[in-house]
């Protein structure tokens, strides 16, 4: 069974860092790019980051770039996502999923509040 | 990037009803890489169709997507009561972007 499960989120004053972790089961983790996707508290999805299988290629939204950094290790099968120079509209659950184009299982997220 | 519309913002409808869910795209995409997910409250999104049109795994066939270029189409024949939910239409292009959904409640 494919499973993806979140940590790391908390409560982080605006300009803090938190680092995510998404450790994924059941399937050959390597093969696959993956995905961070965030939604604010009752609003839709935005997309944040993407990096491809070997680490080869990675992208940002506009929204994240330059305080964001998207790394994986697939000895350990997981994926994280630093996040730096938080802001109060970087608050989120924050959900990684498998595959870029289409991403076909989600996390249960985990919930970044940046906050004073 | 890519800006994706969604129609109409709320659909109210009855369970039994057929939905007409709209996305519409600033730019052309690529039937292959334009998914549909549902959501509802406190869970993770749920892929439900991939390639515009081909359903993931374990969807039931009352839903189905449809059309190209900018204009695409998700369609529920006959609402469940499991239905009612948010759909977000997700396109891969020139970047990753969601449109800003579609809720199906209960009329």
């Known amino acids: 069974e494919v499973q993806l499960v979140e940590s790391g989120g908390g409560l982080v004053k605006p300009g803090g860092s938190l680092r995510l972790s998404c450790a994924a089961s059941?399937?050959?983790?390597?093969?696959?790019?993956m995905n961070w996707v965030r939604q604010a508290p009752g609003k839709g999805l935005e997309w944040v980051s993407s990096?491809?299988?070997?680490?080869?290629?990675?992208y940002y939204a506009d929204s994240v770039k330059g305080r964001f950094t998207i790394s994986r290790d697939n000895a350990k099968n997981s994926l994280y996502l630093q996040m730096n120079s938080l802001r109060a509209e970087d608050t989120a659950v924050y959900y990684c999923?498998?595959?870029?184009?289409?991403?076909?299982?989600w996390g249960q997220g985990t919930l970044v509040t940046v906050s004073s | 990037e890519i800006v994706l519309t969604q129609s109409p913002g709320t659909l109210s409808l009855s369970p039994g009803e057929r939905a007409t869910l709209s996305c519409r795209a600033s730019?052309?995409?690529?039937?292959?890489?334009l998914a549909w997910y549902q959501q509802k409250p406190g869970q993770a999104p749920r892929l439900l169709i991939y390639?515009?049109?081909s359903r993931a795994t374990g969807i039931p066939d009352r839903f189905s997507g449809s059309g190209s270029g900018t204009d695409f189409t998700l369609t529920i024949s006959r609402l469940e009561p499991e239905d009612f939910a948010v759909y977000y239409c997700?396109?891969?292009?020139?970047?990753?972007?969601f449109g800003p959904g579609t809720k199906v409640d209960i009329k």
């Open positions: 999923a498998r595959g870029v184009t289409t991403s076909d299982y």
């Open positions: 059941g399937f050959t983790f390597s093969s696959y790019s």
């Open positions: 990096i491809s299988s070997s680490s080869s290629y990675i």
């Open positions: 730019q052309s995409v690529s039937s292959s890489y």
């Open positions: 390639g515009a049109s």
């Open positions: 997700q396109q891969y292009g020139r970047g990753v972007t």
